[in-house]
């Protein structure tokens, strides 16, 4: 999955959110040092929610992301 792979980019061709009755989110953090760029985790058309300095497995575990994601389910 190397930046501008053909991969990639079919991957990312067309709707990033598709599915009318779908909700779609995503959790990032600028800390996290396996997604790279960490800007690359938003989603055009999906709720995005930015934590602080959050590493990429300490997210499951972090409180505030749990809480998010239970209110995003309770939606």
């Given at each position: ?10 991957l ?64």
């Open positions: 999955m190397a930046t501008g792979s053909a991969f990639l980019a079919k990312s061709a067309g709707d990033e959110t598709p599915g009318a009755d779908v909700s779609w989110a995503t959790v990032w953090s600028w800390c996290d040092a396996v997604i790279w760029p960490a800007n690359s985790t938003p989603l055009a058309g999906a709720t995005n929610i930015q934590k602080g300095c959050v590493g990429h497995l300490a997210l499951p575990r972090d409180a505030s992301v749990f809480a998010d994601v239970l209110g995003l389910i309770d939606d």
